[in-house]
Nanobody, 120 residues
Framework: QVQLVESGGGLVQAGGSLRLSCAASGSIFGINAMGWYRQAPGKQRELVATITTRGRTNHADSVKGRFTISRDNTKNAAYLEMNSLKPEDTAVYYC??????????????WGQGTQVTVSS
């Protein structure tokens, strides 16, 4: 069984920074894209950023220039560096991975979520 474990959320003042981490574990053959999504209260889950195996990234317009996604393929891990945080960034952040398990089945896995709260 494959799982994603996130860490790094918390409470920060506007203008501050946080770094989220996500690590995949279990019977993994290989991970394709990894990404971060977020869901604020009363809103739908939205894309924050994604990154391919080769490091090609895509960031939502709302976070461009402030957030940076990266990954370490040797650790099956992804990271989200968040700078210049705004109150509207407050949400539960979820890690996502599209991968092949060790028995070559494609799967899409979500982490349990980590809360990010930005105070004004």
């Amino acid at each position: 069984q494959v799982q994603l474990v996130e860490s790094g959320g918390g409470l920060v003042q506007a203008g501050g920074s946080l770094r989220l981490s996500c690590a995949a574990s279990g019977s993994i053959f290989g991970i394709n894209a990894m990404g971060w999504y977020r869901q604020a209260p009363g809103k739908q889950r939205e894309l924050v950023a994604t990154i391919t195996t080769r490091g090609r990234t895509n960031h939502a317009d709302s976070v461009k220039g402030r957030f940076t996604i990266s990954r370490d393929n040797t650790k099956n891990a992804a990271y989200l560096e968040m700078n210049s945080l705004k109150p509207e960034d407050t949400a539960v952040y979820y890690c996502n991975a599209k991968l092949f398990t060790s028995n070559m089945q494609f799967d899409e896995i979500w982490g349990q979520g980590t809360q990010v709260t930005v105070s004004s």
